[in-house]
Nanobody, 122 residues
Framework: QVHLVESGGGLVQAGGSLSLSCAAS????????MGWYRQAPGKQRELVAS???????NYADSVKGRFTISRDNAKNMVYLQMNTLKPEDTAVYLC????????????????WGQGTQVTVSS
């Protein structure tokens, strides 16, 4: 089993910054892809940023130039640096990893964290 824990959320004024972390633990052989999603009240979950094992990144148009996704493979950590935050960035932010659990498996399983609340005041 794989367990993800996000941290770093909180309340910040518009224009401020927050840094989110996602710590993965459990049976992990490799991580194929990682992503940060967010879900605001009454809205669908949306992809904020993703990062493949090859280093390719993808960002939602609304966060391009403001957010940066990164990873520490040795620590099984994923980060999201969020700058110039706006009130519309307010949401629960969730970490998602596509994990290959052992060297004998080829299937990557998707795991989610519980989320961390980010609130941006105007």
């Amino acid at each position: 089993q794989v367990h993800l824990v996000e941290s770093g959320g909180g309340l910040v004024q518009a224009g401020g910054s927050l840094s989110l972390s996602c710590a993965a633990s459990g049976t992990i052989f490799s991580i194929n892809a990682m992503g940060w999603y967010r879900q605001a009240p009454g809205k669908q979950r949306e992809l904020v940023a993703s990062l493949t094992s090859g280093g390719k990144t993808n960002y939602a148009d609304s966060v391009k130039g403001r957010f940066t996704i990164s990873r520490d493979n040795a620590k099984n950590m994923v980060y999201l640096q969020m700058n110039t935050l706006k009130p519309e960035d307010t949401a629960v932010y969730l970490c998602n990893l596509e994990v290959v659990r052992t060297r004998w498996e080829s299937t990557a399983y998707s795991y989610w964290g519980q989320g961390t609340q980010v609130t941006v005041s105007s």
